[in-house]
């Protein structure tokens, strides 16, 4: 199992940025992916996931502060998800990483303790 997340870089606030996580050497649509991210001198937080097409026909989450500002979506063609972020601010600045649920078929969570593979790591920093 292979995941690869880029996307990142320098942008100013109020800006946009697109992540991007391709997998390979796995059933990539038959698993929950998931964004997290942690700033420094922070915990890693989920900030958004999507659920499998079998499952919950690819439902979504996202946590409270990026809600109306990014939004995930999943190719499974390219066997590739997006987080397509907007209105960036500051706070947003953190180390994103993309990430495979555990178990397939189950309907997408927020909780790094149900991923079990893991991308490298892409940086964003939101700066003026």
């Known amino acids: 199992v292979q995941l690869q997340a880029s996307g990142g870089g320098l942008v100013q606030p109020g800006g946009s940025l697109r992540l991007s996580c391709v997998a390979s050497?796995?059933?990539?649509?038959?698993?929950?992916i998931a964004w997290f991210r942690q700033a420094p001198g922070k915990e890693r937080e989920g900030v958004s996931c999507?659920?499998?097409?079998?499952?919950?026909?690819?439902?979504?989450r996202y946590v409270d502060s990026v809600k109306g500002r990014f939004t995930i979506s999943r190719d499974n063609a390219k066997k590739t998800v997006y987080l397509q972020m907007n209105s960036l601010k500051a706070e947003d600045t953190a180390v994103y990483y993309c990430?495979?649920?555990?178990?397939?078929?189950?309907?997408?969570?927020?909780?790094?303790?149900?991923?079990?593979?893991w991308g490298q790591g892409t940086l964003v920093t939101v700066s003026s």
């Open positions: 999507i659920s499998s097409i079998s499952a919950s026909d690819g439902s979504t």
């Open positions: 990430a495979s649920m555990r178990h397939p078929r189950q309907p997408c969570t927020l909780w790094d303790f149900d991923f079990d593979a």
């Open positions: 050497g796995f059933s990539w649509d038959l698993y929950a």
